[in-house]
T-cell receptor, first 114, second 113 residues
């Protein structure tokens, strides 16, 4: 079993829809949770970052972490065609003040059509 | 800040040839990571360095792969000899303490024919 599981999609939604992206994980030591966005032929870029359980909101994006269920989510409200990209979840146990190794999901390919 | 700089952006080489990928991390970052991305396997960590010292190279597929970080501003990933199955996009990433995640370069798209 991989450390991090993520449905690769593809996911296709109309503009304005609410998008839900999810990952599950097996390592209960994970404490740092991130979402990266990767446009075609580009490197991943950090989108959201959360520590431990709870919610974090940034504009149209909300990240949720449920450590009891080992489940994280990213919600995109009022989705736009410019949100079309691959979204990768990532997580780490961290060691002291360092993040250490990040474990990535496979990524979910999202298309938002006008 | 120019970000993480990788070169070359594209590399096409014949099987058996040596390939060297280069990375310049963000100034001041103390951790550097090499990843490989394919459709089938997603992002795979090959090796990472902390303060120029290799910490975990368990992801390096075989002895044909080697990586060095001679100083804080430069790292190389070498494949010798290259094989068609090495074709992938290779990313370099760097971070400071890691609390803010990694910053990725634009990648090197390697094709071995």
């Amino acid at each position: 079993q991989k450390e991090v599981e993520q449905d690769p999609g593809p996911l296709s939604v109309p503009e304005g829809a609410i998008v839900s992206l999810n990952c599950t994980y097996s390592n209960s030591a994970f404490q740092y949770f991130m979402w990266y966005r990767q446009y075609s032929r580009k490197g991943p870029e950090l989108l959201m970052y959360t520590y431990s359980s709870g919610n974090k909101e940034d504009g149209r994006f909300t990240a949720q972490v449920d450590k009891s269920s080992k489940y994280i989510s990213l919600f995109i409200r009022d989705s736009q065609p410019s949100d079309s990209a691959t979204y990768l979840c990532a997580m780490s146990a961290g060691r002291g003040s360092t993040l250490g190794r990040l474990y990535f999901g496979r990524g979910t390919q999202l298309t938002v059509w006008p | 800040d120019a970000g993480v700089i990788q070169s070359p952006r594209h590399e096409v080489t014949e099987m058996g040839q040596e390939v060297t990928l280069r990375c310049k991390p963000i100034s001041g970052h103390n951790s550097l990571f090499w990843y490989r991305q394919t459709m089938m396997r997603g992002l795979e960590l090959l090796i990472y360095f902390n303060n120029n010292v290799p910490i975990d190279d368990s992801g390096m597929p075989e002895d044909r792969f080697s990586a060095k970080m001679p100083n804080a501003s430069f790292s190389t990933l070498k494949i010798q000899p290259s094989e068609p199955r090495d074709s992938a996009v290779y990313f370099c990433a760097s971070s400071l303490t890691g609390r803010d995640g990694y910053t990725f370069g634009s990648g090197t798209r390697l094709t071995v024919v």
